[in-house]
């Protein structure tokens, strides 16, 4: 699996309110279909939960979730 964290900073502030993670595989293409890569995801977030590293679940679906992280 290959993270990438990235964010943004709106009209040119210094501070960014929030990171995006985008979360892949080398062996994953478009042609796998939604339910390998819903299962990939699935295996994530759960290991997340798990871990007691997801505090609040805002979106949850089978290629995109939206979750509140703690982070240290």
Known sequence: MVWIM??????GK???????VLLTHPSYTSTDGNAKKSQ????????LVSKKLIIDTISLGDVKFMVSLFWQ
């Open 6 to 11: 990235f964010t943004t900073y709106r009209r």
């Open 40 to 47: 990939l995801l699935k295996e994530v977030v759960n290991s």
């Open 14 to 20: 210094l501070e960014s309110g929030d990171i995006d």
